[in-house]
């Protein structure tokens, strides 16, 4: 009998496991990759009695692999806030789904132990850019600002390795990254202490750096887009720029393509945080498009595809203004 832990490497994921170890330790294989690898299922095998905790990765494309795990006789926990899909209904599935725009995975653990971890689903949730219910949670649980503004930085920094074409791409590799963690139960002792956290700040402020001298490809009331240079700088940094771009103009959705290693481009895109809706519908029109209603992608567009992409991104949020 194997505990296996299939995780998002992203600080949601990450900040989700950790939770859940801290609570309940003990797992024999850890399965992640970068943000951008969300068929994790696919890489696990496993047989009857074998305990799988899913965590922060859309059901919907793990569906098939889902199906085969349970057959096994695998027992599946799995807690996510990505569009899903139908949910196979497996007496051996037990499934905490929340695809709500203001939850993400580390706050339905955070809820599932009873807010015992809680600075870890503060971190997470300023990661995911869902900045009102990190600030909700950290207000409840009376955090001082300055509490609060380092776990910001942290969930921020979490997430920024998360990002990249492959776990080449990123300064740490996330199964590293919580095994970095792990020993820490207070979030403030892991940045204060550790070197991995050190040498991904670093990084992180570099690739920020490089980003001040980008202007947008688009730019209109409701919408902002831009295209990045070919770079593994630009490939790690493009989700939180893309991030910062929406905190710096609420009302209006933003979109940045950065080229990856096979003439394509992967696409974020940012529904406007004053009105968290709409970035899951648009990039399922595109193949290889998905995720959720307040931040959504699509890996490998085509390059011929970038102007279409442009015009359907421009014409969707335009639309939403009325
Ligand atoms: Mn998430």
Same mark, same amino acid.
């Given at each position: 009998? &194997?505990?296996?832990?299939?995780?998002?490497?992203?600080?949601?994921?990450?900040?989700?496991?950790?939770?859940? !170890?801290?609570?309940?330790?003990?797992?024999?294989?850890?399965?992640?990759?970068?943000?951008?690898?969300?068929?994790?299922? *696919?890489?696990?095998?496993?047989?009857?009695?074998?305990?799988? $905790?899913?965590?922060?990765?859309?059901?919907?494309?793990?569906?098939?692999?889902?199906?085969?795990?349970?057959?096994?006789?695998?027992?599946?926990? @799995?807690?996510?806030?990505?569009?899903?899909?139908? /949910?196979? #209904?497996?007496?051996?599935?037990?499934? %905490?789904?929340?695809?709500?725009?203001?939850?993400?995975?580390?706050?339905?653990?955070?809820?599932?132990?009873?807010? =015992?971890?809680?600075?870890?689903?503060? #971190?997470?949730?300023?990661?995911?850019?869902?900045?009102?219910?990190?600030?909700?949670? &950290? %207000?409840?649980?009376? @955090?001082?600002?300055?509490?609060?503004?380092?776990?910001?930085?942290?969930?921020?920094?979490?997430?920024?390795?998360?990002?990249?074409?492959?776990?080449?791409?990123? %300064?740490?590799?996330?199964?590293?990254? @919580?095994?970095?963690? =792990?020993?820490?139960?207070?979030?403030? *002792?892991? /940045?204060?202490? +550790?070197?991995?956290?050190?040498?991904?700040?670093?990084?992180?402020?570099?690739?920020? +750096?490089?980003?001040? #001298?980008?202007?947008?490809?688009?730019?209109?009331? &409701?919408? !902002?887009?831009?295209?990045?240079?070919?770079?593994?700088?630009?490939? =790690?940094?493009?989700?939180?720029?893309?991030?910062?771009?929406?905190?710096? !103009?609420?009302?209006?959705? %933003?979109? /940045?393509?950065?080229?990856?290693?096979?003439?394509? @481009? $992967?696409?974020?895109?940012?529904?406007?945080?004053?009105?968290?809706?709409?970035?899951?519908?648009?990039?399922?029109?595109?193949?290889?498009?998905?995720?959720?209603?307040?931040?959504?992608?699509?890996?490998?567009?085509?390059?011929?595809?970038?102007?279409?992409?442009? !015009?359907?991104?421009?014409?969707?949020? +335009?639309?939403?203004?009325?």
């Amino acid at each position: 009998m &194997a505990k296996i832990d299939v995780f998002n490497g992203d600080a949601d994921g990450i900040c989700a496991l950790h939770q859940l !170890r801290l609570a309940q330790p003990g797992s024999d294989r850890l399965v992640t990759g970068a943000k951008r690898d969300i068929r994790l299922l *696919e890489r696990v095998e496993a047989s009857t009695g074998d305990e799988i $905790t899913v965590l922060d990765i859309s059901l919907d494309p793990n569906r098939p692999a889902l199906l085969r795990l349970l057959d096994a006789g695998a027992r599946v926990s @799995y807690f996510d806030h990505h569009y899903a899909g139908e /949910v196979p #209904a497996h007496p051996n599935l037990q499934a %905490h789904i929340d695809t709500a725009a203001d939850v993400c995975t580390s706050i339905i653990v955070d809820r599932h132990l009873n807010g =015992r971890f809680r600075p870890w689903a503060v #971190a997470a949730a300023f990661g995911d850019n869902l900045v009102a219910s990190a600030q909700a949670l &950290a %207000h409840a649980s009376g @955090y001082a600002t300055e509490r609060t503004r380092m776990l910001a930085a942290l969930g921020e920094c979490l997430n920024y390795n998360g990002y990249g074409d492959t776990p080449e791409d990123l %300064h740490v590799h996330p199964a590293e990254l @919580y095994s970095a963690l =792990r020993p820490f139960a207070d979030p403030g *002792e892991f /940045v204060a202490a +550790s070197p991995v956290y050190a040498r991904l700040a670093a990084g992180f402020r570099a690739d920020l +750096s490089e980003t001040k #001298a980008l202007a947008p490809v688009l730019e209109r009331d &409701a919408c !902002r887009a831009w295209l990045l240079p070919d770079a593994p700088w630009a490939r =790690r940094v493009s989700g939180v720029f893309a991030n910062r771009l929406v905190s710096e !103009r609420p009302e209006a959705a %933003h979109a /940045v393509l950065t080229p990856d290693a096979h003439g394509s @481009y $992967t696409v974020s895109v940012r529904a406007p945080l004053d009105r968290p809706d709409g970035a899951d519908a648009l990039c399922r029109q595109f193949a290889n498009g998905g995720g959720r209603k307040a931040a959504a992608g699509i890996n490998r567009l085509p390059a011929a595809e970038v102007d279409d992409f442009l !015009r359907r991104f421009g014409a969707h949020f +335009s639309g939403r203004m009325r």
